[in-house]
């Protein structure tokens, strides 16, 4: 997955030794095993949310965990991605 990342974070973790320069392809069974686990993670979540939080509209559930998920995003691209990770002097 480094190469949804930005150039400078992939060029950070190549120099470091994380990951290697060249990329492998794909297997169409590594892709359908992490599309079948994102569809059932996402029903989980759905279930969850629906029982948890009361979500019994369509809106208020996507509101909720929209919310909760741009939290996550933000702080992993910001704090753990750009901050962190780019200026590690490991």
């Known amino acids: 997955m480094i ?32 599309l079948a686990f994102c569809l059932i993670t996402a029903i989980a979540l759905a279930v969850i949310l629906c029982i948890f939080n009361k979500a019994d509209m369509f809106l208020s559930g996507f509101v909720t ?16 991605d750009c901050l962190w990770f780019c200026h590690s002097k490991l």
């Not at 929209?66 to 910001?78: F, I, K, M, P, R």
Request: aromatic share 8%.
């Open 3 to 34: 190469g949804s990342y930005p150039p400078a974070i992939v060029a950070r973790a190549e120099e470091l030794g994380l990951v290697l320069c060249e990329r492998k392809q794909r297997a169409l069974k590594v892709i359908t095993a992490k």
């Open 65 to 80: 965990s929209s919310l909760l998920w741009l939290v996550v995003d933000w702080y992993d691209a910001l704090v753990i």
